[in-house]
């Protein structure tokens, strides 16, 4: 029976990847990528050679079959996505059931995840805080957005830097123009941000300058 591992990996700075996880990457027999191209960069950066298949998000439901027996067949398979930790909000959730369904022996490295940097920085309360990620980008979001606006715990959404703007004004929209929030951007990279102001600030501060890269939304939860 084989075991598979999520590693991390890093998130912007190469330098972000453990000492842990190169060991595991070069001990493994297989590698399950989420993009076998960035995996691919990411292991010649390290002059490390590994077998790599593709596993990502729209062959997750087909290729579980077969990741099953790739793990079955090989003492120690690795999971990685292309940045981050994988399952967070990255391929890896569907394969970890059918791996705990199977008794397949399951191990998840810490390292890299783009919103505990992104919460810390933050200055609002991590005591408690829930964690929505990507939210539906039609059908169930207005629901979503509307449950959000009442959460007293801090909220972290990921989002994407075309639908930044869209994402203040519902914010706006169902929270209320005056609610805080931090948007941080390309973290761990040279030109990392985080902009902290309300949500009508911030969408007057990103509609003069167009936001790039990975997005984190830190908002602040609803206070009596």
Not at 18 to 26: C, F
């Amino acid at each position: 029976m084989g075991k598979l591992c999520f590693v991390p990996t890093p998130i912007g700075n190469l330098e972000d990847i453990t000492i842990r996880s190169l060991n595991v990457l070069k001990a493994c027999d297989l590698i399950l990528a989420e993009d076998t191209r960035v995996t691919k960069r990411l292991l010649t950066h390290f002059e490390i050679s590994k077998p790599i298949l593709a596993f990502h998000a729209h062959n997750e439901h087909k290729s579980l079959e077969t990741a099953i027996q790739k793990i079955q067949n090989n003492a120690l398979t690795v999971l990685v996505s292309d940045a981050g930790t994988p399952g967070i909000s990255d391929p890896g959730f569907l394969l970890a059931r059918a791996c705990v369904a199977q008794g397949i022996d399951l191990e998840c490295l810490p390292g890299p995840t783009a919103f505990v940097p992104a919460l810390v920085v933050s200055g609002f309360p991590i005591d408690k805080f829930v964690f929505e990620g990507f939210l539906p980008h039609k059908k169930g979001r207005q629901t979503r957005l509307k449950l959000l606006a009442q959460e007293e715990r801090t909220i972290i959404l990921y989002e994407s830097p075309h639908r930044l703007l869209k994402c203040l004004e519902q914010i706006q929209e169902f929270f209320g123009s005056e609610r805080k929030v931090c948007v941080s951007r390309e973290i761990s990279k040279f030109f990392e941000e985080h902009q902290r102001g309300t949500a009508a600030t911030l969408h007057a501060h990103f509609t003069q300058k167009a936001p790039k890269g990975e997005i984190v939304i830190i908002i602040e939860g609803l206070t009596q």
